[in-house]
């Protein structure tokens, strides 16, 4: 039996956060959940839109951007300024005691600038590791930390991050003093045997089984580096993955990897 | 005697913090400043260069900005992400814990929107309340905290905010539990007798001199809310405000008002 506090930690997608009715149907849903949580969010959207109004141009690599000097600029106005900023002050108004945070910010997450092979994604971080001390300090004080995707180097250079990235690894680290639920939220309801068909949520999927959904062809494209993450994360302790609609994070719906 | 742990509170304009050149000094001697501190920053110069790049004009009324829902949108991510940013990660980089904030963040400043009476300010806020109890904690924990001149009304609203005004109440906030000196840091070397004699310094001032000054003209413009401001603070508990260059933030340096 795990004695540990709850802690549960919610990556929501850049396109839920940055409409307004999704928004507004997210931060009511992330505001019931019970006990300890963290929000990660994205922004790619907005970045794209005010990089364009810039007169810079988005170039994406295999669904990752490209950052460049300008576009690591917006990526810090955006991630950290406008999307961060704007989902702390919704849910300080919800009665949630928000605390935005890049990995900058009291050295939560270091990282490396991705080493150049085939493709130069520019200013990119790869997590080296996560400082959870004060971070779990605050969360015990009842701070809701909201993380943007962006890290540091340590060397004085912001570094833009992968979402995905930054909730699992943070998940791993809090693993230790937390019994920790790790939620990926996207526009479905789960992980699905037809990816056209709702109905068709697979509700619960262990690691042989996903080896032999992929072998199979049932699952396929973003999933599989999604599914390795989760269980990833479980081989490092952390309790349970849900995969699931942005709207359904009461902790039962979408699909559910255990320990 | 004053048992308390000492700390000061640094307040630098938009041009310093904007220039390469003036940030790095400015960093390497907040870098040196021994204790417990806090840096609150402006971004005025950014705010306006963002904003023409993306076709919306600044208005200006007596020295303040006038906030619209686009100009909100754009302090928004040039004082919470853009340069409060670049100011923890390089920070971070000389070893120091910085942690960037804005008063939504773990509501840690309150404030109203200004009421229209002869110029509406648009989303400009009025400080009501500065809640230092978790800012202190950390404080005490090494953390150093970056504050950008952004508030919240507590309804879901980022206010636009004189960053004077945020170091003044944060310093007397802070004034319960810390031996507090107050640096307001700009482009002269204090408050000057000739405005456009360097040598002309007044080391020290106290108030029935501030208002002789006043009273002959010695003392005028922009300086007279920057000490009302100062005597304000050391009548509610700051032990010393220092009006000082941006590179010259020792301790000793500029003009000195004591309790």
Redesign the interface.
Same mark, same amino acid.
């Given at each position: 039996m795990n004695m540990k506090e709850k802690l549960t930690i919610i990556k929501v997608g850049g396109k839920i956060v940055e409409e307004e009715d999704s928004l507004h149907q997210l931060l009511a849903a992330f505001t019931a959940v019970e006990g300890h949580k963290i929000l990660v969010h994205g922004g790619g959207r907005s970045a794209t839109k005010?990089a364009a +109004? !810039?007169?810079i141009e988005s170039q994406m690599i295999n669904g990752r951007r490209v950052t460049d000097a300008d576009m690591l600029?917006v990526v810090?106005?955006?991630?950290?300024? &406008?999307v961060?900023?704007?989902i702390?002050?919704?849910l +300080? #108004?919800q009665g949630v005691? #928000? &605390?935005?945070l890049?990995g #900058?910010?009291?050295?939560v997450i270091r990282s490396h600038k991705r080493p150049v092979k085939d493709v130069d994604y520019g200013f990119v971080g790869d997590v080296d590791a996560v400082n959870g001390t004060?971070l779990a300090? &605050?969360i015990r004080?009842g701070?809701v930390p909201v993380m943007a995707p !962006?890290t540091?180097d340590? +060397?004085?250079?912001?570094l833009n991050t992968n979402a995905d990235t930054i909730a699992g690894e943070t998940a791993k680290a809090m693993a230790d003093v937390f019994d920790v639920t790790l939620m990926y939220c996207f526009e479905k309801k789960g992980v699905l045997r037809d990816a056209e068909d709702d109905d068709s949520l697979i509700p619960h999927i262990n690691e042989s089984e996903f080896k032999r959904y992929v072998e199979e062809g049932i699952i396929q494209g973003g999933m599989i580096p999604k599914l390795e993450n989760s269980f990833e994360a479980i081989h490092a302790g952390v309790s349970k993955v849900i995969i699931t609609l942005a709207t359904a994070i009461d902790g039962v719906s979408g699909t559910v990897i255990e320990r």
């Open positions: 005010v +109004q !810039l007169g600029n810090t106005m955006v991630y950290g300024g &406008l961060n900023k704007n702390v002050v919704r +300080q #108004a005691n #928000a &605390l935005g890049t #900058a910010d009291m050295d004060l300090d &605050l004080k701070i !962006l540091h340590g +060397q004085g250079h912001i």
